[in-house]
Nanobody, 117 residues
Framework: QVQLVESGGGLVQAGGSLRLSCAASGRTFGHDMGWYRQAPGREREFVAGSGWSVGMIRYADSVKGRFTISRDNAKNTLDLQMNSLKAEDTGIYYC???????????WGQGTQVTVSS
């Protein structure tokens, strides 16, 4: 079992920055981790991912060059630095962990990000 707790959301003006953090507990060994978001009336979408294998980092096209994901396996944390925020980045941001073999999947409770234009 893996427990995930997000923090760092809030209200920011367009062009501003926020840093989200995800604290993981339990057995996180062997899990890909990532951030997803869900805007009102829309489906949850992938934002950024950090694979268990070193160097496996991916971003959605919509956030490339603006967001940076970082993972610290020693501290069991996953951060998302978000710069140059846009109104369309508004949504609930969720931390995700998925085991690379069993595909067991875990979600945090989400943290709200609101970008005012």
């Amino acid at each position: 079992q893996v427990q995930l707790v997000e923090s760092g959301g809030g209200l920011v003006q367009a062009g501003g920055s926020l840093r989200l953090s995800c604290a993981a507990s339990g057995r996180t060994f062997g899990h890909d981790m990532g951030w997803y978001r869900q805007a009102p009336g829309r489906e949850r979408e992938f934002v950024a991912g950090s694979g268990w294998s070193v160097g496996m980092i991916r971003y959605a096209d919509s956030v490339k060059g603006r967001f940076t994901i970082s993972r610290d396996n020693a501290k069991n944390t996953l951060d998302l630095q978000m710069n140059s925020l846009k109104a369309e980045d508004t949504g609930i941001y969720y931390c995700n962990a998925r085991h690379i073999y069993t595909r067991d999947e875990y979600w945090g409770q989400g943290t709200q990000v609101t970008v005012s234009s």
